[in-house]
């Protein structure tokens, strides 16, 4: 049987490089139509996802996540609440809710890490814990920091404090979300880079509804003001949710699989000494004690692109 | 037709839903995420679709003149030979672009189907291929460092098989090839040449046909129905399987347009005219509305049976004994550890099967050396009898020499008494016969004067002990 070939396709009218004989097909054919097969496909599957919150309690996690799904996923815990004796261990709590908007269906799982926040005080400056923290969640998990109740800085603190993290972050080398690494062409670079700018957003998290201008918006009320959550000249919660949301939900889930995952998995099975090679599988003298689990993410080559429009 | 279990009917999401607690909540505002499909259908852009048509029939059917119809574009040029020992699978893949969607198409054609008289073997290439692919899949399904959304899927997707146009009836090779594919691949068969079958026959060749795969027990590939907005289009186009389809990339004037369409004395068919064939509902079905369903299709149906078959063949189950669940990594280790076992044990059977051959071998040297030994004495024995004897025979000879010394001593006393008389003619006689002169002794002193004498010398000779009888 011969191999696959790639074919030069007398039809076309560009010059043909050898690398990329696409043939430009004549006239209609339908391929464009397994877009919106995809497109019923997913819209009937629903969609999933999962993300976790983590942060010192009363710093407006659960208004935060209430917020950005715009439903009550939890009772938001009421400030100076005595939670009784801060818990020494960590326990996660999950909650998980089906949101549908437009026919399309979201499986959303929420988890919480009540305990941990507590013994974090990262109110100047990541402290070694945080550091060492942030370092090894990196490896596993896209994380996204977030500057929780920033209608307590002014704009210059926020800054300050912003320009503050991210040196922090580059200087122990915390590659947070989205990854440099991950960038695929120019524009995703492009994209990435104005994120990584903003990072990490200052957000404001409200679940009430007020009165402004005549408009509704969902917003604090203090003594001085009301703090507009969708205002972007208020605070950066629009970034966030795009980010999130709009933008990049799929493209965290595709990193989370295909690389975090795999990860995992190599690590995993090296542990066991699990070294399956297809039917034959013979193998075993166990993998060496000392074979280190892979340092960091590895690179995720998409589709090897060959867009047309770089070559001619 | 069997279930597909990853369309899930909105009855059993509620009740998943119910059973994992989950609640559905309303919200109170927009939040965005209706653009997840697009988000979806953006990556999917950018990774490019990847589809594999298997195109099964006999030479010269038309199979390419098909495929370029319905891409479009013209693929390959060359016509195959009939006269093929064996059946052959040529793949090869294209790169096509419309619009903003690239796919990745592999075509593989049987080169050499049903050309052979002995049409036995004609089919298992075939399998052979597709099982090769799944095979290739599941390998790096199963590697540890694997890059699965990088993998070119080489999974047949669709196996469009060609059924002559005789307006009879299936042929054999097509009922037994399309019963061992049925449940590898999707099969969609269709009437090439259509052209060749009038209407009133093509009805009932096609109610023949659909009738002979149902009685054999065929699986054909069903458009699927459980989706809205596809199932009454899909619906009705399973009543019109299989296709009657014409290829042709030649283009034709009709009218003040150039169609697609082959040219007969008698008249035009147009490709894409759907009162002349069903080729148009080939393309809808396969290209338009369902290749993401076929894609499906074959990794969840059919990749998927395969690969429970490999792994119960290699050993692994779900399920453990007394039925209780079994963990893949549990029956790796237990796979493992039984693998480790035996190879010891094979390594302590080696090594006894050595020792023993080895403790023969040294028996048998040992007996081989005693043997040499035993032989060695012998011979060692037998020499020195044969030496003793000889020993013995010397001895005797010296006893002789020194009694025929003593009787020579006491004969030439004897001479020299008689010595006067024959003097003279003695040394005459000794001079002629130098070397005779020991045996001289032995004669009788007057032997040498008569004829008769020598005669009685020789006598004298065998007898010594004879001498001195005669005097």
């Given amino acids: 049987m011969d191999p696959p070939r790639q074919c030069p396709s007398p039809s076309s009218s560009r010059p043909i490089s050898p690398r990329t004989p696409s043939c430009e097909t004549l006239g209609y054919v339908g391929i464009e139509a397994v877009l919106d097969q995809m497109k019923i496909k997913a819209m009937k599957m629903g969609f999933e996802f999962n993300i976790m919150v983590v942060g010192q309690s009363g710093l407006g996690k659960s208004t935060m996540v209430n917020t950005l799904f715009k439903s009550k996923i939890w009772k938001s815990t009421p400030s100076g609440l005595a939670l009784g004796p801060i818990p020494q261990t960590l326990q996660l709590h999950s909650v998980t809710h089906v949101i549908e908007e437009k026919g399309v269906k979201l499986k959303l799982t929420v988890t919480d890490t009540p305990g941990f926040g507590d013994q974090i005080n990262n109110d100047k400056c990541l402290r070694p814990l945080d550091i060492e923290f942030l370092q090894r969640l990196c490896r596993t998990v896209n994380v996204v920091p977030v500057i929780a109740r920033a209608d307590s800085l002014t704009m210059e603190e926020r800054e300050d404090f912003r320009r503050r993290i991210q040196h922090n972050l580059r200087t122990h080398s915390i590659d947070v979300y989205p990854q440099e690494c991950f960038d695929e062409d120019i524009n ?21 509804e007020h009165v402004v201008n005549g408009r509704c918006v969902l917003g604090r009320k203090t003594k ?12 950066e919660f629009p970034l966030l949710r795009d980010l999130l949301i709009r933008s990049h939900l799929q493209d965290l889930k595709d990193i989370t699989h295909n690389v975090h995952y795999e990860n995992y998995r190599v690590g995993r099975l090296n542990e066991s000494h699990m070294l399956p090679r297809g039917p034959g599988w013979v193998t075993l003298d166990p993998a060496p004690a000392n074979s280190p689990a892979l340092p960091g993410p590895s690179k995720v080559c998409r589709w090897a692109q060959d867009t047309p429009s770089e070559e001619y | 037709m069997a279930t597909k279990s990853c369309m899930s009917s909105q009855v059993s999401v509620d009740e998943q839903k119910k059973r994992e607690n989950i609640r559905s909540l309303t919200m109170s505002g927009h939040v965005g995420f209706e653009s997840l499909p697009d988000q979806l259908v953006n990556r999917s852009i950018q990774q490019g679709f990847c589809f594999n048509i298997l195109c099964v029939g006999e030479t010269g059917i038309g199979k390419s003149t098909l495929i370029d119809t319905l891409f479009n574009t013209n693929f390959e040029d060359h016509e195959s030979s009939h006269f093929c020992p064996h059946v052959r699978l040529k793949a090869q893949t294209y790169e096509l672009q419309e619009s903003n969607v690239r796919l990745k198409l592999t075509i593989v054609n049987t080169v050499g189907f049903g050309d052979q008289i002995n049409k036995e073997e004609s089919y298992q290439p075939i399998v052979d291929y597709i099982d090769a692919q799944f095979e290739a899949y599941l390998q790096e399904e199963l590697k540890i460092k694997r890059s699965l959304f990088n993998y ?17 009836s299936l042929k054999t090779l097509d009922l037994l090839a399309m019963k061992s594919l049925d449940s590898k691949v999707n099969i969609i068969p269709v009437i090439a040449k259509a052209d060749a079958i009038s209407k009133t026959e093509l009805q009932k060749f096609k109610i023949k046909l659909m009738s002979e795969l149902v009685s054999n027990g065929v699986q ?15 619906a009705s186009m399973n009543g019109h399987l299989p296709f009657a389809v014409v290829g042709s990339m030649d283009e034709v004037k009709v009218g003040n347009k150039l169609v697609k369409a082959r040219q007969y004395p008698w008249g035009i068919v147009q490709v894409e005219n759907e009162n002349h064939c069903d080729f148009v509902k080939l393309r809808e079905m396969l290209i338009c509305t369902n290749m993401e369903d076929l894609r499906e299709q074959t990794h969840t149906r059919h990749y998927e049976l395969y690969r429970r078959c490999k792994l119960e063949e290699m050993g692994f189950s779900d399920v453990g004994p007394e039925n209780k669940p079994l963990s893949l990594q549990e029956t790796y280790e237990a796979k493992r550890h039984q693998i480790y076992g035996e190879r010891q044990r094979k390594e302590e059977e080696m090594k006894q099967m050595f020792v023993q051959r080895v403790k023969e071998k040294e028996a048998i040297l040992k007996e081989a050396e005693r043997e040499l030994q035993a032989k060695f004495e012998h011979l060692k024995r037998v020499h020195q009898e044969e030496r003793m004897k000889l020993e013995e025979k010397r001895r005797l000879l010296e006893e002789e020499i020194i009694s025929f010394s003593k009787k020579k001593a006491t004969s030439e006393i ?23 002169r020991c045996d001289l002794l032995c004669f009788d002193v007057r032997a040498f004067e008569t004829k008769g004498g020598r005669n009685d010398a020789e006598e004298g000779r065998e007898c010594p002990s004879t001498m001195g009888r005669n005097e």
């Fill in chain 1, 188 to 208: 995703d670079k492009i994209l990435n880079c104005k994120i990584r700018e903003r990072i990490p957003f200052a957000v404001v998290g409200a679940d009430r």
């Fill in chain 1, 224 to 235: 001085w003001g009301i703090v507009e959550v969708e205002n972007m000249k208020h605070c």
């Fill in chain 2, 152 to 168: 070119h899927d080489s999974r047949v997707h669709a196996c469009l098989y060609f059924i002559s146009p005789t307006g009879h």
């Fill in chain 2, 220 to 234: 054909i590939y069903q458009f699927p129905t459980d989706d809205e907005t596809v199932a009454k289009i899909n």
């Fill in chain 2, 414 to 436: 004897y001479q020299n008494q008689t010595f006067m008389g024959s003097n003279l003619k003695k040394d005459k006689d000794r001079k002629k016969e130098p070397g005779y």
